[in-house]
Structure formats: C-alpha cells, structure tokens
C-alpha cells in the first residue's frame, strides 16, 4: 500500500453494509479480530486493517490477499467486542469482485483436483467464484 | 426413537466410516437414524450476504424434504453427521426463523415443493449422543474401556462457531472431552482444538493448510497423542493432508485422525462397524494400553 489515502469515503462501507448489514463504523480498533484469526500470519493485511480500510472508503482493500485468505472460521466474529461480524465483512468484500464476474479461482486448472473431496471444491468454488 | 438423518456428499464418499460407525452407535442404542429419499447438497458453506438469499436454497430444498418426510419418525428433527453440513443447515434455519421475507421469497421459488414451514430442528449426531442418549448410558455400556489411550479433541470451528448455531461454548467447548473421559480414554489438553484447519485454502493454497496443521499437531506430538478425533470431513482430510505437507517438519511422525464415532463404536464393541485399518489401529492401541 503506497499512498496514504487523504480523502475519506463512506462509500465502501455503505456498500459493505448493503451486502452484509455489518456498520464497520462501530469498530474502534481493538485488533482482538487479528490476535485470534488463525491465518492472519499469512494475510498481506490484518483483518483490524482490512477493517480499517473500509471506514477509510480505501478500495484497495479490494485488491488484497487477506479477504480471499479469510476462510470463514468464525473466530474474530465470537469474539468481537463490538458485536461486528467480520465474516461477513470478508464475504461482502469479496462479493464486490465475485458479483462482476470476476473469479479467484480456475476450477479447470486446479492441481490434483482428484486428490481432494468434493467438500473441498465445493466450498472453495462457493468462496472463490460466483 | 426414530430421527431423520441428513448425510451429505463426504458421507457417501470420502467418509464413509464416518456414517457406518454413527449409525452402528446409534442403534446400539435405540435409535434409528433414517435417511432422506431424496437429499442434495447443503451448499458447503453458508453464505453471508444477508441482501442475497439465492444461495440458500440448496439448504432449504432439503429442510423441505425433512418436513415431507418427517411423519416417519413423530418428530421434526434432522440429524446430520458433516460439522458443515450441520452449519449450513442450522444457519439458514436460524435466519429464516427471523427473516419471514427470505421465507416467503424462498417458498415463492420452490415450483414442485411443498412450502418450507421453518419448524425443523438441525440437530448435529454429539447433540443426539448428549441429549437423548446420554454419556453415562454410554459408560454403562462399554465392552472395552480405552484406559491409557490419549486422545486429542479438535473441534474444528462449525460446530461451535458462529454463536447462534454453536452447539457448545465457542471458547471452551466440552462436549468432545466429555465422550473422551466416558470410553475411559484421557482427553488431551491443547491449545487449538477449535483452531480453523486452513478448510478450503487446501485446494488453492494448501501452504496455508500444511501451516495450520503443523501448528495445531505439534504439541499433540509433544503430549504423546495416539489419536486425534475429528467432527468433520474436511478437516480429517486436512489434518491428514498437512501431516504429509509438512512430515519433514514434523520429523516424519504422524497421528492418526478417527471420526469421533469410530472411537465410540470400538469402545462399544461395534467392530463390524469400522474400518479395517482403523480397527487395527484401535486395537494396537487398545491392547498396547493394557500391557
């Protein structure tokens, strides 16, 4: 992330909201979602500044790896403070790139596609397209 | 007592001995668990977007099923053994309790179903196994008493996250020690038995399940786990899968991931219903323990 925005939106976050009724206004930044996220060592942001991120209206959290990382656990949404369900947030973040038909993931071009279950690929095809 | 039983696409395939060792645990007890005619897939996992209920409906075909089928058993209750399956069903069960417009939108689109009526109860097999067949009845009938044999608990996350369709505490969860202790066996305490396995990330980025795996098995090495017993198919599969990711981190060493059914059914004398592999393990264990 180059440059700091200097012009505040709410427009990310009114979209968030349409997708998943989550307000991120009513986070304060504790960053209890990033302790507890089990994969948030691998995410190119942590999911408190994802989260920032929409309250900044900063769509270049659209273009990060962290909220196609998220794998649903449920871990930061049980223990936020302020009742947000980040989950969600991840998901609706996700759905304004799925929704245009823009796909994370190939499913003909999956490696050993015969290795793994069909729970698997379905989920990770109900995750990474439309 | 009779309950209908939803089983899912890894119970017919990819675990298959999960489903034989349930259903041999529940007889054992009384209880049949009948099958839907007719099922289809419960969606995987349960979409978020609360604008959208389009991808609920694969869930709700099948609750409609229960509700056609559930003068069979005198109940409304649908059991299922995938602790995913039980997440999608329970979830869009809850948010159509609540949201009588995505009922009605929903009900709108079923051409050839009757209408959902939203009085099916989702039930997962460890609430069957706590509350209607109870873990001292399970004591009483034990044919081995697994003494010595260390077993971790991993819950995993559907089961007990998020909160409105947790079946147990989602920070301290007790339901799996519970059936640990009453086979005789020793639960194992660990930090991470309801860490996330890394779930679909195996097929896109699988680094991302051999980090996961290698962090929640290595202290069960540390702690002498014989077993590890798992709730859900995915993340047996996982756990397996990153265990041979990261066997050169691991040192080579690996810990046998059973359904939790599996260790139940060995404990109640139930081999006819297991694996032959499996059995092998349980009974290297069983009669190494009793030396």
Not at chain 1, 26 to 39: F, H, L, T
Not at chain 1, 121 to 128: M, Q
Not at chain 2, 132 to 160: D, T
Not at chain 2, 205 to 216: M, Y
Request: charged share 25%; aromatic share 8%; with cysteine.
């Amino acid at each position: 992330m180059k440059k700091l925005v200097t012009k505040i939106s709410p427009e990310l976050a009114k979209k968030v909201f349409a997708i998943s009724g989550q307000n991120v206004y009513a986070c304060y930044q504790c960053g209890k979602c990033s302790a507890g996220c089990p994969i948030a060592d691998e995410m190119d942001l942590l999911p408190n500044q994802v989260i920032h991120m929409v309250q900044l209206g900063d769509e270049r959290v659209l273009e990060s790896k962290a909220i196609w990382l998220c794998a649903n656990c449920f871990t930061c949404t049980v223990r936020c403070p302020r009742d947000i369900n980040l989950t969600a947030v991840m998901e609706a973040l996700r759905l304004l790139t799925l929704r245009k038909g823009i796909y994370k993931l190939d499913l003909r071009k999956i490696e050993h596609v015969e290795e793994f279950p069909q729970i698997a690929l379905i989920a990770a095809a109900r995750k990474l397209t439309g | 007592m009779k309950l209908l039983y939803f089983p899912g696409c890894s119970l017919k395939n990819y675990a298959q001995r999960y489903e034989k060792s349930a259903l041999a645990v529940a007889k054992r007890f009384d209880i049949e668990l009948v099958e839907l005619k007719r099922w289809n897939c419960c969606g995987v996992v349960y979409s978020l977007a609360s604008d959208s209920v389009f991808h609920h409906i694969a869930a709700v075909r099948n609750l409609i099923r229960a509700q056609e089928q559930m003068h069979e058993t005198g109940n409304e209750k649908l059991v299922t053994l995938c602790s995913m399956c039980y997440q999608v069903l329970a979830s869009v069960n809850h948010r159509l309790a609540r949201d009588p417009e995505a009922l009605e939108t929903l009900n709108r689109f079923m051409d050839e179903e009757e209408d959902y009526l939203g009085t099916i109860e989702v039930l997962h097999f460890l609430q069957v196994l706590r509350d209607y067949i109870g873990f001292h009845k399970i004591k009483e009938s034990l044919e081995r008493k697994l003494e010595n044999i260390r077993v971790a608990p991993y819950y995993g996350c559907m089961l007990v996250r998020p909160k409105e369709v947790a079946i147990d505490d989602p920070e301290d969860p007790s339901l799996l020690e519970t059936l640990i202790a009453s086979v005789g066996a020793k639960p194992i305490e660990y930090p991470f038995r309801t860490d996330c396995c890394g779930s679909y990330n195996v097929v896109a980025n699988k680094d991302i399940v051999k980090i996961r795996v290698l962090r929640i098995i290595k202290p069960l090495l540390r702690n002498s786990a014989d077993l590890i017993i798992s709730v859900c198919p995915l993340c047996t599969f996982n756990l397996e899968y990153g265990m041979k990711l990261a066997s050169r981190e691991l040192y080579g060493k690996s810990i046998p991931v059973l359904y939790f059914t599996e260790l139940l059914a060995y404990a109640l004398g139930l081999d006819y219903a297991l694996d032959k592999n499996v059995l092998a393990t349980l009974n290297k264990l069983y009669e190494g323990g009793e030396k």
